[in-house]
């Protein structure tokens, strides 16, 4: 070997190495860069659920908590109707159950119960620990709760008018909740340490008024947010941004994405009437809010998709007007 051909391999050597060092460097810089957060809207609507599959309480300000949103003692999801087999009532099945609507008492410890040609009843917001302790299946989990008694029973059984009796029960902290790593499709989207109510997918679901507003100018009779059920309603986005978004800073709390929310026949009762369509919106979402197989959340099948779950990252405080912070995708 020349003595120029010794100098041009140290050259080469030496450049390799200052190349490998410098693609370390920047691979490490990028991977302990601080996520980029950016405003993509302000919050415009809070809502809580305090029933599964009944009418929704709005709120202007919340706490975000592990076990989903909460104002006081009201809680999403944390009372059920269950029937004699103690399993969950399913809403498609019992499309009436909608015309269940719910708020809270004036003297903020009750959970009020009304609906059209019934009269109002109230059970209180915190559990009876001494009432029975019912062990329920919730999909694929095994969950608990206390009875609620027999006056909530009669009127729930009054309002739905089914061949089946439904009773009520309602979460405590000290019992178990819904296992989201329970489930068979998004279960690796956990590490089994989260902690829910009565929550089917998430504890957060997050929608906005732009991606409403895009379906319903596709739709001949337009709906309402409470036709999908979401906790935080975002205005000032594009359509369908929230597609977008991974992680999400409201007031004091942050959130990260688990999946898009695939829709479901729920979305098609008429929730004044208390009865199941045919057909929309999931004949117009199925138009175009399907997802390509090469989607990562594209499991669903034969459901369109229209808003995004979250789960807690950090505990905190929002409140309506509050400013959104979004890191994309």
């Known amino acids: 070997m020349t003595n120029q051909q010794g100098q041009g391999l140290i050259l080469i050597v030496l450049l390799s190495t200052f190349l490998t060092t410098a693609s370390l460097i920047w691979y490490i810089r990028r991977r302990n860069k601080p996520l980029e957060y950016i405003e993509v809207g302000k919050v415009c609507k809070i809502c809580i659920h305090p029933i599964k599959s009944c009418g929704g309480v709005y709120v202007q300000k919340a706490e975000c908590t592990d076990r989903g949103i ?28 909608a015309l269940i609507k719910t708020s809270l008492s004036d003297d903020a410890h009750h959970l009020v119960l009304s609906a059209k040609g019934h009269p109002s009843i109230q059970v209180p917001l915190s559990p009876n620990r001494n009432a029975e302790l019912v062990k329920a299946k919730l999909h694929e989990s095994i969950v608990y709760g206390y009875d609620c008694g027999e006056e909530a029973c009669m009127w729930i059984s009054n309002v739905i008018k089914s061949n089946k009796t439904y009773r009520m029960i309602v979460h405590d902290g000290c019992v178990q909740g819904r296992k989201f790593k329970d489930h068979p499709v998004w279960k690796e989207r956990f590490t089994g340490k989260e902690k829910a109510l009565y929550q089917y997918m998430t504890q957060f679901h997050v929608n906005s008024i732009a991606s409403l507003d895009e379906l319903n100018h596709r739709m001949e009779e337009p709906l309402g947010l409470q036709q999908f059920r979401g906790n935080i309603t975002v205005t000032g986005s ?59 959340d594209s499991k669903f099948q034969k459901s369109p998709v229209f808003g995004v779950n979250f789960n807690l990252l950090t505990k905190g405080n929002i409140e309506v007007g509050d400013t959104v912070y979004a890191v994309l995708q």
Not at 272 to 285: D, F, I, S
């Open 70 to 97: 909460k104002a006081g003692e009201l809680r999403d999801r944390k009372w059920m109707l269950v029937d004699k087999d103690n399993k969950y009532l399913v809403a498609k099945n019992e499309p009436s159950v």
């Open 238 to 296: 594009n359509a369908f941004a929230e597609d977008h978004w991974t992680m999400l800073k409201i007031g004091s709390a942050s959130f990260y994405r688990t999946h898009d929310c695939g829709r479901c026949p729920i979305t098609m009762i008429d929730r004044e009437n208390g009865k199941l369509g045919q057909a929309e919106p999931l004949r117009t979402l199925r138009k175009f809010r399907m997802l390509d197989k090469s989607h990562p």
